[in-house]
Structure formats: structure tokens, C-alpha cells
């Protein structure tokens, strides 16, 4: 290498004379006896012509193309502005054949598709697949009612005569887990949690019960964002994660949070295959410990980056765990931006966690991540 | 036919990348053209493209340096046009031309030569484009910009002149390689 290079460097030197006499005798001694000197010489020269001759043409081309707009503006030459009808319509001519034909064989091709996919869908896998929704353990909510039926023996006695009507605490009975998609208190979820909910609240990392209402939900792609409308709702701060357009690779290192139970709960694990149950595309597979109230919680790579929400899990295959691919949280969100109402809801593109250490990561995700709970 | 003093010195002017020359004589034979590709199944922007690629054809010619015109400007342009649209129009099979002008020259030879250098300028664009930075800036700034290597060196980063050296020599033997590759596969 570093022959040829002195051997190109001296080549160079001759082809642009800035050899000194004697170097130059020598040089041409040199390349007479040796043809493979006398070749590169000979190439060199060429290579060399054909680079001039690019930078000259490119050059003009440039030149050509500024006279092209300045002659055009002046109305100088013909600008092509006023060909704009006659184009379509010549267009229209030349093509509408073609584009008939076009449109026919679309038409076929998406009828039969439609009718195909119709046949081979597999309908909603019901039975195998298991929503991770959860079934609130009473006892705390038990505590608080034996709470209540004591205040209310003490109001009865205080107050024998009046019947004392109170707002009945709500016995939350099934939820899962949410996720900051905007710190404003948009939460994202699965729709499959907040089902036929009557009351929504979501639990914070202190534990702090926030009302929230769904405002937008699709279910057949299994998402759902709530907007916290609890006055207490304070906002801890601009979300770190970032919600990825695609999806991840096979193999990929993943951890979730979730509220399986009353407190978080960190699980980790691997991207294992990058369809979901019965080939869906909607979801990938994932090896990762889940539970009832697993379900919405988010799934990151090391980068802090959301590539799902964890979704469901096969009853009849272990260790099977879905999660909806990430871009369809970007479409959920896309929708909702539509109503001009939610045009501000936005989430980061960019995360702040990529770097940092697993404990870091989960230390700041923690305060993004809810326990959803539904009456 | 009357060598025309002024369409000499236009000539002139279009060898030495006169902007004055340029624009001159795109003026002048610019909608002739226009009318030749839009009367014959092309739109506006086939005319700006076919056009200007008759103009290389004229200022590689004159660039050659012995070159003498034996006709008006005009009947040269739009006779390369004509050929170069056909030929587009022969990959569609459409023959017929529909045309106004009537001055007319053989331009066989002429294109030959510009295809051959129109294929070399593509083989470049496409070597350059795939050399990456900093090799591609490093090289235009040595070959075509000029630029002695002391400037250079300092402008890329590199700690002294010789560094700087070496690695274009690098870039260089990469850009041939990649150059010649073509080369050879299209002379096959």
C-alpha cells in the first residue's frame, strides 16, 4: 500500500512537471523499463482528465441550470408554468388506457385479498390468549369499607334521626398498568383494561388514586389513553423515554414495569419473535414474567426507547407474552391529534435514558408508570 | 454559410464558461427546442433536460479546442436535440417527428463522442457518490478546488501536510478503483 502510494505520489508529480530535471530523466529511465510504471502512468493521466472533465461538466450543468430559472423568470424563454393544463390533459391522453386497465386489475386484486383475508383470518383468539387485566385483591378497599361501616354506626348514633347518604366509596375491581404519554397526564393503556369502565382512576408510584377518563380507544388494536382530569394531578416532570416508530429485533433485550400487584414491579427479558399470537401482525412475543395487571404496561429497550405495551399472554404455550408494537401507540396518538381538542398532546421523540444504567432508567420511568384501576 | 462574428464570439465565451455567452445563447435557442419535445409527446421538463444535454454536447465540442462550427448555432442545437429525443422516443417506440425547423446537420459522430463522455461523467458521479466523506471533499479540494495541501490540512483537521497527503493518496487510489470498475465492466 504504501508502495503504491509513493509509486502514485511520483506519478502525479510527473504528469503535473513538478519534478526537477534530474528526478525526471530518472523517472522516464523508470517507466521505460517498466511497463507497469508506463501503465499507471498512462491511467493516471486519463483518471486525472476524466476528474477534470466531471468538475467542467458538472460545473456547467450548474450554470445551465441557473440561466434555465433566471430566463424563465424574465419570460425570456417559455416558462414552463403555462404547460401546466395542456400537461394533464396530454397526460390524461397518453395514459388512459393504461390507467384503466390499472384500476380494473386493482379492483380484482383487492377484492379477491379482502375476500382471502376474510377466509383465513383467524377471528379473535379468545380462548388461548389471555388478557393480563387484573383482578383488584380487596383487602385494602375491604379495610376502608369496614372504615366506612364504622364512621357510619358513629354518624348513626351521633345522628339516630337522619339517615345519612354518602357517596359510596368505589370498589375498584379489576386494572392493569398505564404509561405517561404526554406529562400533561395522557396515559396510555390497553383497551381491554378499561372495558365497560364505569370510574378509571389511576394509582401514581406514591399511590395516590387520580380520576381519569378514556378519551380515545380502539379495540381492535387494543389501546386506550386516558387523560387524568383529577385536579391533584401534578406533573413529575418531562417524560425520559421515547416512544420507537418500529419495531425491535429478535433477540433484543427488553424490561417492563407494571403493577401486577400493589407496588411495581421491574421484569426483564428478550424480543422473541416479531409476530404475536396466530402470526398477528398487530404484536411481537416477548420472554418476559407477566401477570393479571401486567397488562398496558410499557416495554423499553436498553435505550429507554418504548417498543410495545404488553398486551396478553398464551394460556396454552409457556412463557408465550404479547405486546402491541409501538408505532401503533404513534398512530393512536396521530388519531387523537386529530380532534382539535387534543392537537397539543405530544410525546418526546427522543429519549434521555440511552446510556444510563438499568437502575437509573427504572428509578426515573417509575414516576411515568400507573397502576390503572376500573370499576 | 457566413461565420457569423458574433456566434464565434459566443462560442468563445461558451469555452471559457462565460455567463453572459450562456445565457445568450439559451435565449435564443431555448423555445425552438421546447416547441420540438412539446409537439412530440414530451413535456416542459423533457425539453429543459434534452436541451441542456445539447448544450454540453456544444461546449464539450468547443472545449476540445480545434473545434470549428460549420453551421449557425441554432441548426447544431436543434439538430442534437432532435437526435437525442428520438433516441428517447425510440426506447418507447415512437418514430415519427413532428418539427417546424427545417435547417438540419448529421450529428452522428458528435454523439457518439458525448454518449461516450456522457457514460464517463456517470461513472464518476457514481464513484464519487460512493467514496463518502471526508475522501470526496478531501479530493475536491486537491483536484479541483486546488487547494495547496498545507490549506487542506489544516482545513480537515489533519496535524501537518504530510498526513493529509497520505490519506488522499488513499482516497484517490479508493475513487480509482471504484472508477475503473465500472470502466472495465462497461467496456466489456
Known amino acids: 500500500m504504501i508502495e503504491d502510494i509513493k509509486i502514485l505520489e511520483a506519478v502525479e508529480r510527473y504528469i503535473t512537471g513538478e519534478m526537477t530535471p534530474d528526478e525526471r530523466v530518472f523517472f522516464e529511465g523508470l517507466r521505460k523499463s517498466n511497463p507497469e510504471i508506463d501503465q499507471t502512468v498512462v491511467e493516471h493521466t486519463f483518471f486525472l482528465q476524466q476528474m477534470n472533465r466531471f468538475d467542467e461538466v458538472k460545473n456547467f450543468k450548474n450554470l445551465l441550470n441557473e440561466n434555465h430559472i433566471h430566463l424563465a423568470e424574465k419570460g425570456l424563454i417559455n416558462s414552463p408554468r403555462l404547460k401546466g393544463k395542456a400537461k394533464v390533459i396530454y397526460l390524461y391522453n397518453r395514459y388512459k388506457r393504461v390507467a384503466a386497465i390499472a384500476a380494473s386489475i386493482a379492483g380484482i386484486t383487492a377484492l379477491t385479498m379482502s375476500a382471502l383475508v376474510w377466509s383465513f383470518s383467524p377471528g379473535k383468539p379468545t380462548q388461548e390468549v389471555q388478557a393480563l387485566r387484573r383482578e383488584l385483591k380487596q383487602s385494602i378497599s375491604k379495610l376502608e369499607n369496614k372504615n366506612h361501616e364504622l364512621n357510619q354506626k358513629i354518624d348513626n348514633v351521633k345522628d339516630q334521626a337522619q339517615e345519612v347518604i354518602q357517596t359510596p366509596a368505589i370498589n375498584y375491581k379489576s386494572g392493569g398498568t398505564g404509561f405517561l404519554l404526554d406529562s400533561k397526564g395522557y396515559i396510555v393503556t390497553n383497551q381491554h383494561v378499561i372495558e365497560d369502565a364505569r370510574h378509571i382512576a389511576v394509582q401514581d408510584n406514591n399511590g395516590v388514586d387520580l380520576n381519569a377518563e378514556v378519551i380515545y380507544s380502539d379495540a381492535q388494536r387494543d389501546i386506550a389513553i386516558l387523560k387524568i382530569t383529577d385536579k391533584r394531578y401534578k406533573s413529575p416532570g418531562s417524560i425520559p423515554y421515547s416512544i420507537k416508530g418500529y419495531g425491535g429485533d429478535i433477540a433484543e433485550p427488553i424490561y417492563t414495569l407494571g403493577y401486577p400487584r400493589n407496588d411495581i414491579v421491574y421484569g426483564e427479558g428478550y424480543l422473541s419473535a416479531k409476530t404475536g399470537y396466530n402470526g398477528d401482525t398487530l404484536s411481537c412475543q416477548i420472554t418476559v414474567p407477566a401477570n393479571r395487571g401486567n397488562s398496558g404496561s410499557p416495554i423499553l429497550n436498553k435505550n429507554g426507547e418504548i417498543i410495545g405495551i404488553l398486551s396478553a399472554k398464551q394460556n396454552t404455550a409457556e412463557g408465550a407474552v404479547f405486546a402491541i408494537h409501538s408505532k401503533y401507540i404513534l398512530n393512536a396518538l396521530n388519531e387523537l391529534q386529530k380532534d382539535t381538542a387534543f392537537k397539543n398532546v405530544k410525546t418526546p421523540s427522543s429519549t434521555v435514558l440511552k446510556g444510563s444504567d438499568r437502575m437509573q432508567q427504572v428509578k426515573k420511568i417509575s414516576n411515568f408508570v400507573f397502576m390503572v384501576k376500573v370499576d | ?188
Open chain 2, 1 to 188: 454559410m457566413k461565420a457569423d462574428n458574433n456566434e464565434k464570439a459566443l462560442l468563445q465565451g461558451l469555452s471559457k464558461n462565460d455567463k453572459k455567452a450562456v445565457e445568450s445563447i439559451y435565449k435564443d435557442n431555448y423555445n425552438i427546442v421546447q416547441a420540438l419535445i412539446i409537439n412530440n409527446n414530451g413535456t416542459a421538463d423533457d425539453a429543459k433536460d434534452v436541451f441542456q444535454e445539447a448544450m454540453i454536447v456544444l461546449y464539450e465540442k468547443v472545449q476540445s479546442g480545434s473545434f470549428e462550427l460549420n453551421c449557425q448555432i441554432k441548426t447544431f442545437i436543434y439538430s442534437v436535440s432532435r437526435r437525442i429525443w428520438l433516441k428517447k422516443l425510440m426506447h418507447q417506440n415512437r418514430f415519427n417527428l413532428v418539427e417546424g425547423h427545417a435547417d438540419m446537420i448529421s450529428v452522428d459522430d458528435e454523439m457518439e463522442d458525448h454518449e461516450k463522455r456522457n457514460n464517463e461523467y456517470g461513472m464518476m458521479e457514481k464513484a464519487m457518490n460512493n467514496l463518502g466523506e471526508p475522501c470526496k471533499s478531501l479530493l475536491e479540494a486537491f483536484y479541483i478546488q486546488k487547494r495547496n495541501m498545507q490549506d487542506i490540512a489544516a482545513g480537515f483537521g489533519y496535524t501537518n501536510a504530510e498526513n493529509a497527503k497520505n490519506q488522499k493518496y488513499k482516497c484517490l487510489v479508493r475513487l480509482k478503483r471504484l472508477f475503473f470498475s465500472q470502466y472495465k465492466n462497461e467496456s466489456l
